[in-house]
DNA sequence: TTCAAATATTAAATTTTTTTAATATTTAAT
DNA sequence: ATTAAATATTAAAAAAATTTAATATTTGAA
């Protein structure tokens, strides 16, 4: 009930988009959710853990490193994957834009 | 860099996944963006001004509704959409989860 | 070096989402 | 009553995302 007079130029609606759909998938966050839990933590660690396939995690770990929603190093023969919260924090800013002081 | 320890229930998380799928889609937030801007308009105004085809914006405006995240209330022929701030802060809120106080 | 473990990549098959295009509904005016 | 404007619904077509299943790469150990 509260206008909000966002100034949202293209741009940053095509980045928010990409954030928002790299976050929007249910087994997405449910990775998320488990790095979250953990810091860090390497891809055999998440696929045992949530019961999901090796091809299947490594697909979507990699939907969400390309968006910058989470970091990769690799040690010895592990890949470790912990959160970018700077990056997640993004994504929050850019829902947020269409908030007003309201609610 | 920096551990959340979310609680996040398979509930929340599932409706977290769906209120962002509404929101995850260029058109719909040039649409949520539009109207945001107006405060409350009709379906003429919203596909007129953005240029896009009436039943695509009609059903797109139809997936956000039912997400909740606009209302709607006819008046005469016209039909007014609005956004619903509380529960787009509620998306909002589900992305912030993930968040740490870092950042 | 060969081998096996950990992870990534790929292509095809499947599923879901989106668009297109046509038709239906609702309401106000004639 | 008919008609036209505003919006919604629908079904089929097209496009995009996801899964499956197989293969490739990287690395450490035997």
């Known amino acids: ?4 007079k966002v100034v949202f ?3 940053k609606l095509e980045t928010s988009c990409e954030l928002m759909r790299a976050l ?3 087994l997405r966050l449910r990775i ?7 810091g860090t933590i390497n891809v055999n660690k998440i696929y045992h ?3 999901i396939e090796q091809s299947i995690t490594s697909q979507h770990l990699k939907i969400m490193r390309l968006a910058g929603v989470i970091d990769a190093y690799r040690e010895g023969k ?3 994957y912990s959160i970018n919260y ?7 800013i850019a829902v947020n834009n269409f908030l007003a002081k309201s609610a």
């Open 86 to 92: 700077d990056v997640v924090k993004r994504a929050e």
């Open 1 to 4: 009930m509260n206008k909000t």
């Open 78 to 80: 592990f890949v470790h």
């Open 9 to 11: 130029n293209a741009e």
């Open 49 to 51: 853990s949530l019961k």
């Open 24 to 26: 929007a998938h249910p």
């Open 32 to 38: 998320l959710e488990f790095i979250d839990r953990n």
